[in-house]
Nanobody
Framework: VQLQASGGGLVQTGGSLRLSCAAS????????MGWYRQPPGKQRELVAT???????NYAESVKCRFTVSRDNAKNTVYLQMSSLKPEDTAVYYC???????????????WGQGTLVTVSS
């Protein structure tokens, strides 16, 4: 399974960006999809996740500014980021919990990371 993320870049404070991450390969189903981020010099942290049923979970720091969504038919997860702040600067990693066959365990896969830089 491969996760291909895109959409990162440089944006000014208060701006918006939309990240996308498409999963491909041997996929029977995907439960959780979502995003983590790693700010410079810090540990990786949760941003947002979404289940196949559409239930979402957000870090407190991004609630009301970021929206996570997914297209199950395309095995793709999105992160719409608005009102961006310099502290949102980080490498953003997508994840997917993939089931390869019916009634088999899931495995977590990570994308390669995409850099988001918010200038002040």
């Amino acid at each position: 399974v491969q996760l291909q993320a895109s959409g990162g870049g440089l944006v000014q404070t208060g701006g918006s960006l939309r990240l996308s991450c498409a999963a491909s390969g041997s996929i029977f189903s995907i439960n959780f999809m979502g995003w983590y981020r790693q700010p410079p010099g810090k540990q990786r942290e949760l941003v947002a996740t979404v289940t196949s049923g559409g239930s979402t979970n957000y870090a407190e720091s991004v609630k009301c500014r970021f929206t996570v969504s997914r297209d199950n038919a395309k095995n793709t997860v999105y992160l719409q980021m608005s009102s961006l702040k310099p502290e949102d600067t980080a490498v953003y990693y997508c994840l997917a919990d993939v089931q390869h066959e019916f009634q088999q365990p899931t495995f977590r896969y990570w994308g390669q990371g995409t850099l988001v830089t918010v200038s002040s």
